[in-house]
């Protein structure tokens, strides 16, 4: 397992921290995000860590797949998957991330506005 020190999603990944766990694969772990945005919000991560989106994608291992496969799996078991949802990763400061390592935002049961704020 590629971990970080002091990495907040490597310690959720640990079970060093504790989360609302939703859906988990043998490479990918999908948790509520704690200040929720939508009725569902759920954050999806390779249990590896990877500061970004970016670096998920050159690791180039199928691992982003993964990541993007749970999110719809996540989607379906949360009843969003017909109705519509968004995935979203902040990629970067400047696209307001806040949390390096890679995870993805399952967003839905409401309406989501196009383009985002
Ligand atoms: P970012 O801004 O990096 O795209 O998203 C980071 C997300 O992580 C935010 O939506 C924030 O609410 C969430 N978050 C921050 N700390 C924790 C935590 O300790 N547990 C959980 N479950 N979510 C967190
Ligand atoms: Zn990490």
Known sequence: MVSEADCLFCKIVAGEIPAKIVHE???TLAFRDVNPQAPTHVLVVPK???P???ALAAA???LADDVIKAAHAVAEQEG???SGYRLVFNTGAGAGQTVFHVHGHVLGGRG???PPG
């Open 52 to 54: 970004d989106a970016a």
């Open 112 to 114: 989501l506005a196009w």
């Open 48 to 50: 590896d860590h990877y």
């Open 60 to 62: 180039d291992h199928g």
């Open 80 to 82: 969003v998957a017909a």
């Open 25 to 27: 694969t043998d490479r």
